[in-house]
């Protein structure tokens, strides 16, 4: 896994910029890989499981890499 050290950037620019972040329990790491193996239901299973942690957290814009 090497999210962290891909994110620290990410992370370093948000903090800076006062902006108030966070990841959720489920789905954090959700490289979703299926859409370039044409596994629609993957895709749909990661986007979705992505998407309800989202809502869940009540955010108002989602970003994705």
Do not use: R
């Amino acid at each position: 896994m090497t999210e962290p050290d891909e994110l620290v950037p990410l992370w370093k620019i948000l903090h800076l910029a006062g902006v108030d972040w966070t990841y959720g329990s489920k789905g954090w790491a959700g490289e979703n890989y299926c859409m370039f193996l044409a596994d629609d239901d993957g895709w749909k299973h990661i986007t979705k499981t992505s998407v309800d942690q989202a809502n869940k957290l009540g955010c108002k814009t989602f970003l994705t890499e």
